[in-house]
């Protein structure tokens, strides 16, 4: 039996109460056993020690939307805006190879755990062949992380090139395929949806997909109202006053639905959103980053509607990086609202955390520490000068610390970094091979026009 205990932490369980206490989390075989406040208990036999004295123990950051191999375009098409941008991204399709999938998610996934991310879900939407998604699997499972693979489908628009847009049947198999290769379970989920309706996907693939959905229950992941763009696109050939409508007529919204940014939605929409229970994927840094504009997540919470936070993709993020990503959050709102007090620092690490949980239907599992879920844990080191003093711990953690602050991360019970140093993994290695495929691949795509 695998037992650990953790002593002497600043502890954020990150339940619906706000508190923090010090003590100690017990863990057997992966699952938490004990929570408790002051002194260390008695040790028992064959127990790991892990002294957190100076860190404060959490659980692990939830990333709820990205897109790992993106890693090797870091910085490349960094000033363009969603359609154009968008445009290169889709034609990379042309000369993306499966290599580059492997290196690129190992990579990404390493930047993630390094940044305290336990569990990440991957919009998968570039699909030239079956063996891209295969090795975006590979990298994901070897890395340790606990993941959602979102597998979504496209069959329309000028921006796609033909070899990734997909006719419904073809897709299907092609996700029946995974299915069949992996066994679903705690460590690695599966979902599906339309990667961004409706610029690339027709009502008749929407239709399709809620009705394969369903049969192989499977939850939805989409971008859905990025930019206005894409809200002018659904007015003008769907009539439609937004996305959210839109793709609430096709059952598209509900209680496994991550809908990635939205945006561009209205106070109507939101209310779709709570009624049907779908969460969404607030990603402030991509946003930003792509002059999209503010997500109206203010407004999402007071109405009730889960919201978690991604990173989204490193090409319109440029890292993997959740603090960050927290803190953008943050100050955004306020600054949109101008307001400084117009969002809780605990609301913001309850989306990395526990609302990143239940938008991936893993709250059962992770998201808060508490009896009976897994060990998906992080130390964050906050002995350091950026970090002291401690005032308020919630706010700090948003606003002071750094992913680099992170010093053991756990999966499940296991140490996956320990004093930043990756158990399992050879990361001089893999940063390696994902410079050999950043070299082929930006090699390939500057023989590509767009
Ligand atoms: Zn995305």
Request: glycine share 8%; proline share 4%; net charge negative.
């Amino acid at each position: 039996m695998n037992k650990i205990l953790i002593s002497n932490a600043l502890i954020l369980p990150m339940t619906e109460t706000r508190r923090s206490f010090t003590g100690y989390v017990r863990a057997r075989d992966g699952t938490i056993t004990e929570i408790g406040d002051g002194a260390t208990p008695k040790i028992e036999a064959d127990e790991s020690i892990l002294d957190a004295a100076d860190c404060v123990l959490m659980p692990g950051l939830v990333n709820a939307h990205t897109h790992l191999y993106q890693v090797l375009l870091r910085a490349v098409w960094e000033d363009l805006e969603l359609m154009p941008w968008l445009k290169r991204i889709y034609g990379c399709a042309r000369v993306l190879q499966p290599e580059h999938f492997y290196a690129g998610s190992l990579l990404g996934c390493v930047e993630a755990m390094r940044s305290g991310v336990t569990t990440l879900c991957e919009h998968n939407f570039l699909n030239p062949g079956p063996e891209c998604a295969f090795e975006t699997i590979r990298a994901i499972k070897d890395s340790g992380l606990r993941a959602v693979f979102a597998r979504t489908i496209m069959d329309t628009g000028g921006i796609v090139p033909d070899c990734t847009k997909e006719k419904p049947d073809q897709a299907f198999r092609r996700i029946e395929e995974i299915l069949a290769r992996h066994e679903r379970g705690d460590r690695l989920q599966f979902m599906t949806g339309p990667n961004t309706p409706p610029i690339n996907t027709t009502p008749a693939l929407l239709s399709e997909i809620r009705r394969f959905a369903d049969d192989k229950a499977l939850g939805i992941s989409a971008h859905v109202a990025e930019s206005k763009s894409v809200v002018e696109c659904v007015r003008r050939d769907h009539g439609k006053n937004g996305v959210v409508e839109f793709l609430h007529e096709f059952g598209m919204s509900g209680q496994k639905s991550v809908f990635a940014h939205s945006v561009h939605i209205s106070n109507d929409e939101i209310a779709i959103l709570r009624e049907t229970g779908a969460s969404v994927s607030h990603n402030p840094v991509s946003n930003m980053m792509l002059g999209d504009g503010v997500a109206p997540v203010v407004e999402m919470l007071r109405q009730g509607v889960n919201v978690a936070l991604g990173t989204d993709g490193a090409a319109s993020n440029h890292s993997q990086d959740l603090f960050d990503t927290m803190k953008s959050a943050s100050l955004l709102q306020k600054v949109h609202h101008q307001d400084a007090g117009v969002i809780e620092p605990y609301a913001v690490l309850r989306m990395a955390t526990a609302g990143g949980a239940k938008a991936l239907g893993l709250d059962s599992l992770c998201g808060t520490i508490e009896i009976g879920k897994r060990a998906d844990l992080i130390l964050i080191d906050v002995d350091n000068i950026h970090n002291q003093p401690v005032n308020d711990v919630f706010s700090q953690i948003v606003h002071c610390a750094k992913a680099s602050d992170v010093r053991t991360v756990m999966v499940n019970g296991e140490m996956v970094m320990r004093d930043r140093h990756l158990t399992g993994l050879d990361a001089k290695k893999i940063l390696a091979d994902a410079k050999i495929a950043n070299r082929d691949l930006m090699r390939r795509v500057s023989e590509l026009s767009f």
